[in-house]
């Protein structure tokens, strides 16, 4: 999807990759990305380990830096810039990861208020309201004072869904946020993503190699290979009509 140089398009973008480059060592892991997200769409990424999917998730969270190119979300600069302004554009970016990441010494109710009150400034009592509405959203509402270790994993990445979704974000990432899991947990958590995908108008960045979950939840399907967008299209034209050699390969070895 080659950048577009047209204002009037970018004031449609939410999230938008110019030229980024970005290496670990001699592996050269995203090669001259240039990709654009529309507010509101569920995009999924899929293609091969390594062909850079994680990092564009990371480069979003700000976990790593690129080594050239610009990224800009909502109209923000998150790279290249200082680091106020990218902790001021990093507030509107969710990440949900493939391991659950919850504070053990921590209740579900605190892990899901303490950056809300930390970092968005709520009072406790308006985070603790509004947890509770997603624990109820997640189906744990009866969870609240439970503390990780007394939940089972499904349970566990449905309370790190809620404390994404706490800080009311914008754009929401998810890393193959069901890999961790035994395969009977697995429905139950994209059932969740489900509701949020029809219910919600947050933008969603996908990660997954769960295929009828993409088919279902996605707008836009992008295949990456050798760290570049090599195919993008509906999740019909996808999985149906792929295009390039190398789709078409990929989805034959995981359907």
């Known amino acids: 999807m080659p950048a577009d140089t047209d204002p009037a398009t970018q004031n449609d973008e ?6 980024v480059t970005k290496r670990f060592g001699e592996n050269t892991v995203l090669d001259d990305l240039c990709f654009s997200v529309r507010p509101g769409r569920h995009v999924t990424l899929i293609g091969p380990s390594g062909s850079g999917k994680t990092t564009i998730l990371r480069l979003l969270m ?7 190119g610009t990224i800009d979300v909502n109209g923000g600069r998150l790279f290249p810039a200082d680091e106020r302004q990218r902790r001021e554009v990093r507030k509107k970016i969710g990440m949900v990861f493939q391991q659950f990441n919850l504070f053990p ?4 109710l605190r892990n899901i ?9 709520l009072s406790r009592d308006e985070a603790e309201e509004r947890a ?18 007394q939940l089972s ?15 009311r974000p914008q754009v929401l990432l998810l890393d193959e946020v069901t890999s961790a899991l035994d395969p009977e947990l697995v429905a139950g958590v994209l059932d969740v993503l489900r509701d949020i ?16 979950f993409a088919r279902d939840i996605s707008d836009e399907v992008l295949m990456f290979d050798a ?8 999740p019909e034209k996808m999985f149906s009509e792929p295009e390039h050699d190398r789709t078409r390969e990929f989805l034959g070895a995981v359907l």
């Open 105 to 108: 010494n921590m209740t579900v």
């Open 153 to 167: 994993g499904g349970q566990q990445q449905r309370v790190a869904i809620a404390r994404a979704l706490a800080m």
């Open 113 to 121: 208020t303490e950056a809300p009150v930390r970092v968005l400034g």
């Open 14 to 19: 939410l999230i938008r990759f110019t030229n």
């Open 227 to 234: 760290g570049k967008v090599i195919e993008s299209g509906s």
């Open 197 to 212: 995908a029809r219910t919600t108008d947050i933008t969603m960045l996908c990660v997954t190699h769960e295929m009828n």
């Open 132 to 149: 509770r509405g997603l624990l109820e959203l997640v189906g744990l509402a009866d969870r609240a004072g439970a503390r990780p270790s």
């Open 62 to 68: 700000t976990l790593t830096r690129p080594d050239s």
